[in-house]
């Protein structure tokens, strides 16, 4: 089995910052693209940001400029740099993974969320 655990989220006022991680384990033996979402209360779940293979990195418009996603293949982990952190980013964020287990093919996994909350 694999499973993705995130960390990181907090309380931050406006303006600051905070980085997400997102650790894979288990029978892993390789990992594909990857990627955060997030969801609001009472909003639906959003993508924030994705990453390839390759390295080639995609984001929502709202977060262009302030968020950068990274990652880590020889430690099997997935970063969230968010900077100029505004109310409006308050959510659960969840990151998500297409990983290839030992003994079976590629599925795409996600993790439990870590809240990430912005006071003004």
């Known amino acids: 089995q694999v499973q993705l655990v995130e960390s990181g989220g907090d309380l931050v006022q406006a303006g600051g910052s905070l980085r997400l991680s997102c650790a894979a384990s288990?029978?892993?033996?390789?990992?594909?693209?990857m990627g955060w979402h997030r969801q609001a209360t009472g909003k639906q779940r959003e993508l924030v940001a994705g990453?390839?293979?390759?390295?080639?990195?995609n984001y929502a418009d709202s977060v262009k400029g302030r968020f950068t996603i990274s990652r880590d293949n020889a430690k099997n982990t997935l970063y969230l740099q968010m900077n100029s952190l505004k109310p409006e980013d308050t959510a659960v964020y969840y990151c998500?993974?297409?990983?290839?287990?030992?003994?079976?093919?590629?599925?795409?996994?996600w993790g439990q969320g870590t809240q990430v909350t912005v006071s003004s």
């Open positions: 990453i390839t293979t390759g390295g080639s990195t």
């Open positions: 288990g029978r892993i033996r390789s990992i594909d693209d």
């Open positions: 998500n993974a297409k990983i290839a287990s030992r003994d079976t093919p590629y599925y795409v996994y």
